[in-house]
């Protein structure tokens, strides 16, 4: 018995020893992970809320829509992109409003929309669709170089067509037929064939070759 409480004691004693060098690591490792899981756990609090809140805004912005308060609309858009640029919600939100403040003839605000939405939406898609949109804008105001500038990063495949459709219009209103021709070329050879079958998807893609036919035909060239 007095052997095994001697080794019992010299356990103990290698126990406070390497406590005693290692000790401090040990809790500081432990307290490092504590707050570590706590930050997890704020962040996804704090984004839950943010996504809550967006969204209630995101309401009220939907509902001033509806009412057609376009001044409502301008500000829940800014104060979505200011509280919750981070979310979905604030991308959308601007591409609303300045559909809404296009169809009210302001334009200016329309334009400093979709440039917000551009830049800062947190959906890449949301910023293609934006760019594109503006780039429409810029054209309309024969600003060119801005508007190519809009659509100088290539896009996600989804937008590729149009980008390259609205590259050719914004050429094709400088002048520029050899570029145009190329673009309108480049806008046919990404539409993706669907087949013999005759679907609505079809029927649209086929109507839209036929559109970038007339438009390189307006141009002398050929697909």
């Known amino acids: 018995m007095a052997v095994y409480d ?3 004691q010299e356990q103990l004693d290698t126990l ?22 706590a930050g997890v ?27 057609r308060d376009v001044k409502a609309v301008r500000d829940t858009a800014v104060e979505l992109a200011e509280k919750y640029d981070g979310t979905v919600y604030a991308g959308m939100g601007a591409l609303l409003a300045a559909r809404v403040q296009m ?4 334009a200016k605000n ?6 917000w939405a551009a830049e800062k939406a947190s959906d890449p898609a949301l910023r293609d669709l934006a760019r594109l949109r503006l780039a429409g804008l810029l054209l309309d105001d024969k600003a060119y170089d801005e508007a190519l ?3 100088s990063k290539d896009p996600e495949a989804s937008f590729a067509v149009r980008f390259a459709e609205l590259k050719g219009d914004i050429y094709a209103a400088q002048g520029k037929a050899d570029e145009a021709r ?16 005759d679907t609505p998807a079809t029927q649209r893609e086929a109507m839209y070759r036929e559109l970038m036919q007339v438009k390189l035909d307006s141009l002398g060239g050929k697909a």
């Open 6 to 8: 001697h080794e019992e």
């Open 16 to 37: 406070k020893a390497w406590w005693r060098d290692h000790g401090n690591k040990v809790i500081n490792l432990a307290l490092a992970a504590a707050l570590v899981a």
């Open 41 to 67: 756990s704020g962040w996804k609090w704090w984004q839950d809320r943010q996504s809550v809140g967006a969204g209630a805004l995101y309401g009220q912005l939907q509902a001033a829509v509806e009412a």
């Open 103 to 106: 169809d009210a003839g302001d």
């Open 110 to 115: 329309a334009k400093a929309q979709l440039a």
């Open 149 to 151: 500038k809009q659509l």
């Open 182 to 197: 190329a673009a309108y070329q480049v806008a046919l050879g990404k539409l993706e064939s669907k087949g013999g079958v």
